[in-house]
């Protein structure tokens, strides 16, 4: 049965070919794990979190969450969402990548505040005057509209909001370098020495 609240879909079932083909949810990082990190940072946040993974399921298993691995492996994180979709238990989902630091303490707030406010279909992250495609918060009754859009075989995270009539919340001046990918191993240099 569904009731009011949001789950978060942790994005972790990517190839990290830039990372030299490491499982980046498992890369050190602050005495813990890219992942540990994104779940201590939303876990205050939402009411219930899901992982989504292609590769060292019993170990992410052992954080103590539903792990779901994807339906069709290497096809991009749409079929991560999608794959999810059956798990969630709430109205509302939020989207994080394991490779992103520094959520803000307010971001699952400011991002399903200006879903209600606005009626968009999708609400979508800003920062640097980008947008961050991968954070974004929508009802789970989108879940439909995405597997039609999978269906006709798109996997372009972009393609399929771009349909969607889309609000953005901008996380710019909410703390240093927020929202903060790490896609390389530069980054992740970077990120430990600020």
Sequence with gaps: ????????????????????????????????????????????QVDEIIISANQDLSRLSKLGFPVIEDQTKNQGPLIGI????????TTTVVITPCDVINIPKDYVQKMVSALVSTKADIVVAKTNKRAQHLNCAFKLELMDNLKRIIEKKTRRVSTWQAQLTRAYVDFDGSQKHPLKNLNEPRDIYEARQS
């Excluded at 070919?17 to 602050?30: V, Y």
């Excluded at 999608?82 to 238990?89: E, G, K």
């Design 82 to 89: 999608i794959s999810a979709a059956d798990h969630i238990n």
């Design 1 to 44: 049965m569904l009731r009011n609240g949001v789950t978060c879909i942790i994005l972790a079932g990517g190839l990290g070919k830039r990372m030299g083909d490491k499982n980046k949810a498992l890369i050190p990082f602050e005495n813990s794990t890219l992942i540990e990190h994104a779940i201590q940072s939303i876990q205050p």
